[in-house]
């Protein structure tokens, strides 16, 4: 079984740049997941998709960050204007159902705002 | 917000010894998980303790629930230095709501 593919792996940008992220979950996964990890600590859920409506997106900024999942399957995250704060590990993960669910992280990409 | 904290915040132990590693959280709970993260990859499932539960096994791994005292505790036994990574407790208040991660305990195992 294929895992959560993200791409790209690594990103450098300056500030006040765009920059998006593609997660492609497990095929059958009706719940898609887009966290944010800052050095040191543990991830913190921006967004979360059952199929392709959005369940919770409480702490995403919205005025710079954007998701969307096309067609309940693959998803973009963008941020638009880029902060030095936005410096992070981006991670995807899917489950099957429910929150509660084991959930499959993807390997994140770094990014890097200068 | 921080539901979850781990403790300690580093741990390094030789080869064969055990690890344990706790985690308190705030509010009442539906279910506890624990996560594994290698450096430089995503995270990965190690094991769920509902509620109700109390101890649960998985190989190596042992982890207790104490919801009277809104803690949990991971047992690695006879660890290896392939354990070495970072640990993250998740806890699930409704069985509809996100996983709210801590901040994780970093473990490092010396050959």
């Known amino acids: 079984e294929a895992g959560v593919a993200q791409s790209p792996r690594y990103k450098i940008i300056e500030k006040r740049q765009s920059v998006a992220f593609w997660c492609n979950p497990i095929?059958?996964?009706?719940?898609l997941y887009w966290y944010q990890q800052i050095l040191g600590q543990g991830p913190k859920l921006l967004i979360q998709f059952q199929n392709n409506g959005v369940v919770d997106d409480s702490q995403l900024p919205k005025d710079r960050f954007s998701a969307e999942r096309l067609k309940g399957v693959d998803s973009t995250l963008k941020i638009q204007p880029a902060k030095l704060e936005d410096s992070a590990v981006y991670l995807c993960?899917?489950?099957?159902?429910?929150?509660?669910?084991?959930?499959?992280f993807g390997p994140g990409t770094r990014l890097t705002v200068l | 917000s921080q539901q979850g904290e781990e403790d300690p915040q580093a741990l390094s132990i030789q080869e064969g010894e055990n690890a344990t590693m706790n985690c308190s959280y705030k509010?009442?709970?539906?279910?506890l998980q624990w996560y594994r993260q290698n450096s430089g990859r995503g995270l990965v499932h190690l094991i769920l303790i509902r509620s109700n539960e109390r101890e649960k096994h998985s190989g190596r791994l042992r982890v207790t629930l104490d919801t009277s005292k809104k803690s949990s505790s991971l047992l690695i036994t006879a660890s290896r230095a392939a354990d070495t990574a970072s640990y993250f407790c998740?806890?699930?208040?409704?069985?509809?709501?996100?996983?709210?991660f801590g901040k994780g305990t970093r473990l490092s195992v010396i050959a």
């Open positions: 095929s059958g996964h009706a719940t």
């Open positions: 509010t009442s709970i539906n279910n």
């Open positions: 993960a899917s489950s099957l159902r429910l929150a509660t669910d084991t959930q499959y």
């Open positions: 998740a806890t699930d208040i409704t069985g509809r709501t996100p996983l709210v």
